[in-house]
């Protein structure tokens, strides 16, 4: 049985860090990428990040470049999405998922989806 769970979201002020976390299992060789989405209230599901599994090759969407930094941790099945400089624009649920299409940035490109984790940038 697949699953993904997240973590480590949270209300932080403008221009805090956070550090969420991917756990996943159940996944087999297919699965190749992780990513992490977000939505915000009346928005559209964005791909955010998302990273090989195999050789930790990344993406990440344009206003995030310089923010947000994706890893992982092969030995714990787990990927991190470490958010710095974090604006009021980037509250949303964040999401992770699995996908065997390499660095894929579409929901539909995705599989397996976690719950997702809140994250609040407000004063």
């Known amino acids: 049985q697949v699953q993904l769970v997240e973590s480590g979201g949270g209300l932080v002020q403008p221009g805090g860090s956070l550090r969420l976390s991917c756990s996943f299992s159940?996944?087999?060789?297919?699965?190749?990428?992780i990513g992490w989405f977000r939505q915000a209230p009346g928005k559209e599901r964005e791909g955010v990040s998302c990273?090989?599994?195999?050789?930790?090759?990344?993406y990440y969407l344009d206003s995030v470049k310089g923010r947000f930094a994706i890893s992982r941790d092969n030995t714990e099945n787990t990927v991190y999405l470490q958010m710095n400089s974090l604006k009021p624009e980037d509250t949303a649920v964040y999401f992770c998922a699995a996908g065997a299409l390499g660095l894929a940035t579409m929901t539909g490109q995705y599989q397996y989806w976690g719950r997702g984790t809140q994250v609040t940038v407000s004063s």
């Open positions: 990273i090989s599994i195999a050789d930790g090759s990344t």
């Open positions: 159940g996944l087999t060789r297919d699965y190749d990428a």
